[in-house]
C-alpha cells in the first residue's frame, strides 16, 4: 500500500500563486509516477500534471501549460505543483495520486492512477 499525504491549499485571487505537496509513504518503490488530478463542482475529476518518479519527465494538461510546474523530491518521496497565474477556473479540489502502470503514456490518463490521497481545497477569487 501507499499513503498520499497532501497539503498547500487554500485562498488566492486570480494572478496569484500556491504550491502543493505531496508526501508518499508505504510502498514506494511499488509506484512509477505521481500525479496531481482535479475536481471541480459538478465536473468529472481531471488529470492536470504528472511526473515519473524515475527519469522527471513532466507531463500536463492545456489549461495548465506554461503557469503550472510539478517536481519531485526523490530522497523526501515528496511531489510539489507549483501553481502560477491561478484562474478562477482553477478552482477545484486537488488530489495527489501515484501511478503504479511503468509506462509514461499511462501518466495522463486520470482512471488510471492507483493510491490516491484525501484531496485538498483550492479556491481561487476574481
Known amino acids: 500500500q501507499v499513503q498520499l499525504v497532501e497539503s498547500g491549499g487554500g485562498l488566492v485571487q486570480a494572478g496569484g500563486s500556491l504550491r502543493l505537496s505531496c508526501t508518499a509513504s508505504g510502498r514506494t518503490f511499488s509506484f512509477h509516477a505521481m500525479g496531481w488530478l482535479r475536481q471541480a463542482p459538478g465536473k468529472e475529476r481531471e488529470f492536470v500534471a504528472g511526473?515519473?518518479?524515475?527519469?522527471?519527465?513532466?507531463y500536463y494538461a492545456d489549461s495548465v501549460k506554461d503557469r503550472f510546474t510539478i517536481s519531485r523530491d526523490n530522497a523526501k518521496n515528496t511531489a510539489y505543483l507549483q501553481m502560477n497565474s491561478q484562474k478562477p477556473e482553477d478552482t477545484a479540489v486537488y488530489y495527489c495520486?501515484?501511478?503504479?502502470?511503468?509506462?509514461?503514456?499511462?501518466?495522463?490518463?486520470?482512471?488510471?492512477?492507483?493510491?490516491w490521497g484525501q484531496g485538498t481545497q483550492v479556491t481561487v477569487s476574481s
Open positions: 511526473i515519473s518518479w524515475s527519469s522527471g519527465n513532466a
Open positions: 495520486a501515484a501511478l503504479a502502470d511503468p509506462s509514461d503514456a499511462a501518466i495522463p490518463l486520470a482512471y488510471e492512477y492507483d493510491y
